[in-house]
């Protein structure tokens, strides 16, 4: 099962959320245009507008009026997608070239600037002051998300406490707006869009750990984009915390990340450190924490369709490989 069977019951309403991303995207007759539309036609899950549609239906849903916020939200994400690209120095996403390998940096730059600047325009077009203050604090933390990142690059005495409150910023907070967008936009109760929120959030925090394991047991062809390459960005991950304070390998694999240069052998050789350490099955047993408390979020949800693809999303998201 993937991602677009479990959505299939909102596949019309995605669909209309497609169409506008080509429209926005490609309003530019400039060379902006040509790289913005060339991010949507890779695609992509589309998890975060699915998020803010299915929210939104537990409710009075309307599908212009929502499906413009979520059509804002996957703008916001492609763009800062770009720009962790540029950062990253990616030239491969989802399988196909990145707007940076296929332009230049300078280019990539201005394409996620571009799409994020076009979210806005719709979002101010809504006039729901409560949602453009949401998404305003959620953008400045995400952008502390992505410098802390960069801050603490190479960093092996890194703890978990930080790693969780990185992914916070860089994932689950966007994840929560997502949800708790969709129930106010459509009439939600204050406690109705909070259990939302924290549903999100929870999600979101695990749905960040899954895709930081994915760098050690995926393969490129499922992922869409070269694997294990986290490490040797120099961003430590949750099962690389674990791995260092295991007594049998933590050592080892600490001498060999303090090396200055390291060859292939290397990497070889701390890759299989962290994987027969059990860093990945305590880092999944947290995982599993985080889908469950998201799991105890939608039972205050009334049992509606939306409610029960939002399940199938959480269990799924514990077994995915890509």
Same mark, same amino acid.
């Given at each position: 099962?993937?991602?677009?069977?479990?959505?299939?019951?909102?596949?019309?309403?995605?669909?209309?959320?497609?169409?506008?991303?080509?429209?926005?995207?490609?309003?530019?007759?400039?060379?902006?245009?040509?790289?913005?539309?060339?991010?949507?036609?890779?695609?992509?899950?589309?998890?975060?507008?699915?998020?803010?549609?299915?929210?939104?239906?537990?409710?009075?849903?309307?599908? %212009?009026?929502? @499906?413009? =916020?979520?059509?804002?939200?996957?703008?916001?994400? !492609? *763009?800062?997608?770009?720009? +962790? $690209?540029?950062?990253?120095?990616?030239?491969?996403?989802?399988?196909?070239?990145?707007?940076?390998?296929?332009?230049?940096?300078?280019?990539?730059?201005?394409?996620?600037?571009?799409?994020?600047?076009?979210?806005?325009?719709?979002?101010?077009?809504?006039?729901?002051?409560?949602?453009?203050?949401?998404?305003?604090?959620?953008?400045?933390?995400?952008?502390?998300?992505?410098?802390?990142?960069?801050?603490?690059?190479?960093?092996?005495?890194?703890?978990?406490?930080?790693?969780?409150?990185?992914?916070?910023?860089?994932?689950?907070?966007?994840?929560?707006?997502?949800?708790?967008?969709?129930?106010?936009?459509?009439?939600?109760?204050? %406690?109705?869009? @909070?259990? =939302?929120?924290?549903?999100?959030?929870?999600?979101? !925090? *695990?749905?960040?750990?899954? +895709? $930081?394991?994915?760098?050690?047991?995926?393969?490129?062809?499922?992922?869409?984009?070269?694997?294990?390459?986290?490490?040797?960005?120099?961003?430590?991950?949750?099962?690389?915390?674990?791995?260092?304070?295991?007594?049998?390998?933590?050592?080892?694999?600490?001498?060999?990340?303090?090396?200055?240069?390291?060859?292939?052998?290397?990497?070889?050789?701390?890759?299989?450190?962290?994987?027969?350490?059990?860093?990945?099955?305590?880092?999944?047993?947290?995982?599993?924490?985080?889908?469950?408390?998201?799991?105890?979020?939608?039972?205050?949800?009334?049992?509606?369709?939306?409610?029960?693809?939002?399940?199938?999303?959480?269990?799924?998201?514990?077994?995915?490989?890509?």
């Amino acid at each position: 099962m993937s991602f677009q069977d479990i959505l299939k019951d909102i596949h019309e309403d995605l669909a209309y959320v497609e169409e506008e991303l080509q429209q926005y995207a490609t309003f530019s007759k400039t060379v902006l245009g040509e790289s913005s539309r060339r991010l949507v036609l890779a695609g992509g899950k589309r998890l975060r507008p699915a998020f803010v549609l299915l929210s939104g239906k537990f409710f009075n849903y309307d599908l %212009e009026r929502v @499906g413009q =916020l979520a059509v804002a939200i996957e703008l916001i994400h !492609m *763009a800062t997608l770009v720009h +962790d $690209d540029v950062i990253d120095g990616a030239s491969l996403r989802r399988g196909l070239p990145t707007v940076r390998a296929e332009w230049g940096d300078p280019l990539a730059l201005y394409t996620g600037d571009y799409l994020f600047a076009r979210a806005l325009a719709i979002i101010s077009r809504y006039g729901n002051e409560q949602i453009s203050r949401l998404l305003a604090a959620i953008g400045l933390r995400m952008c502390e998300g992505e410098i802390e990142q960069i801050a603490t690059a190479g960093r092996i005495d890194l703890r978990v406490v930080e790693y969780l409150r990185r992914i916070k910023r860089k994932t689950a907070l966007l994840f929560s707006a997502c949800c708790w967008i969709g129930g106010i936009a459509c009439g939600a109760t204050a %406690e109705e869009a @909070g259990h =939302l929120k924290k549903y999100g959030y929870y999600l979101g !925090m *695990a749905f960040q750990i899954t +895709d $930081d394991l994915l760098d050690f047991v995926s393969s490129e062809q499922r992922c869409g984009k070269p694997v294990t390459s986290d490490l040797k960005q120099g961003i430590v991950t949750l099962p690389v915390i674990y791995a260092l304070r295991d007594r049998r390998s933590g050592a080892k694999l600490k001498e060999i990340l303090m090396k200055e240069d390291k060859q292939n052998s290397d990497w070889e050789e701390a890759f299989n450190l962290i994987r027969l350490s059990g860093a990945l099955g305590t880092s999944w047993r947290l995982c599993d924490r985080y889908l469950q408390k998201a799991r105890k979020e939608l039972f205050y949800l009334p049992d509606l369709l939306p409610r029960r693809v939002m399940e199938a999303i959480t269990d799924f998201i514990g077994l995915r490989e890509y």
